[in-house]
């Protein structure tokens, strides 16, 4: 059972700022783990001291988590007792004098753009989960969707005749995204037949559902990508977020504006966006040594 403070804390984050639902269960977790090595110590939630965090965060140290693990737990503790001081639950906010540990930002991975044309070509269309994962990898690559979005798009997000699509991203903050003359062929060829044979007779209003009539979790639609990428002969490590990498990639690679990559993409902060021309320069600095004489 959750301590009382942290399902109030839960209950209130939730409502002021819309934050996910993995997000959520992230903090969920985090505290959950805080508490547990308090309790194991005698000690309780609202006596806890920066010392008591250091010791927690250095036994997670010790066992092996790495520095963006221990900076996303921090975070998480912040917020909790940020709170738990405005609540006047604690005097003192024991997490204001703990530094954040130094992350190096690494670029994310990304695909050519003939791996990703690999990529797209792997699910067998004439399947109607083929054709169904066909038309999500290209809806995905076509608008920089986070999986967790593509997988809670329903029927009434999306505007075929317009060739948008509208999400409601992290802080329920809505954009609208272009999906392009490709992406569109694929979902109204999708809807007009392959998704009422997998449906047969049930009923939902999400887009790419399963063959039980669920939606498809973001964790099914990851083992799907990594199943077509071997198929595809692609070698790379590959994330969740690949082809959302990808696509921010290859617009600016193709001179798009960075502010316009930070719209599509839901970033809140250019700063989140700007780790994208890295990898845009890395790329123009391989063309050049590949192809310059001098190079």
């Known amino acids: ?5 942290i399902a109030r ?3 209130a984050v939730w409502m002021e700022r819309g934050l996910s639902v993995n997000t959520l269960a992230a903090y969920r977790a985090d505290l959950a783990a805080l508490v547990r ?5 005698g000690i309780a939630v609202e006596n806890t001291s920066r010392a008591d965090l250091l010791g927690f965060l250095a036994a997670r140290v010790e066992v092996g988590a790495q520095p963006r693990s221990t900076a996303r737990q921090l975070s998480s503790f912040r917020r909790f007792f940020r709170y738990l001081v405005r609540e006047s639950v604690v005097a003192e906010d024991p997490t204001s004098q703990i530094a954040m540990p130094k992350i ?4 994310p991975k990304s695909l050519t753009e003939q791996e990703v044309e690999s990529l797209l070509l792997a699910p067998e269309v004439s399947d109607p989960l083929g054709h169904r994962d ?6 995905l690559y076509a608008t920089g969707l986070r999986v967790s979005e593509l997988v809670s798009v329903r029927f009434a997000h999306v505007n075929a005749n317009q060739g948008v699509i509208r999400i409601l991203g992290k802080g329920n903050r809505e954009r609208l995204i272009p999906l392009g003359e490709e992406s569109v062929r694929w979902l109204t060829e999708f809807v007009q037949g392959p998704r009422s044979e997998i449906l047969l007779e049930r009923q939902t209003d999400y887009l790419f559902p399963t063959r039980r009539g669920d939606r498809m979790t973001r964790q099914a639609f990851w ?3 990594k199943r077509y990428a071997a198929k595809a002969g692609v070698q790379k490590e590959l994330s969740p977020h690949t082809l959302r990498h990808a696509f921010a990639t290859h617009l600016l690679n193709r001179g798009a ?17 700007q780790i994208y021309t890295h ?6 600095k391989e063309l050049h040594m590949k192809h310059h004489p001098r190079g």
């Open 1 to 5: 059972m959750l301590e009382p403070s």
């Open 9 to 11: 804390f839960l209950d």
């Open 37 to 41: 090595w308090l309790a194991e110590r």
């Open 104 to 107: 190096r930002r690494t670029l």
């Open 134 to 139: 066909r038309t999500m990898l290209e809806v």
């Open 223 to 225: 083992h799907i990508i």
């Open 257 to 273: 504006d960075l502010r316009v990559v930070q719209m599509l993409l839901g970033h809140s902060d250019l700063s989140t966006t």
């Open 279 to 284: 990898v845009a320069r890395e790329r123009l």
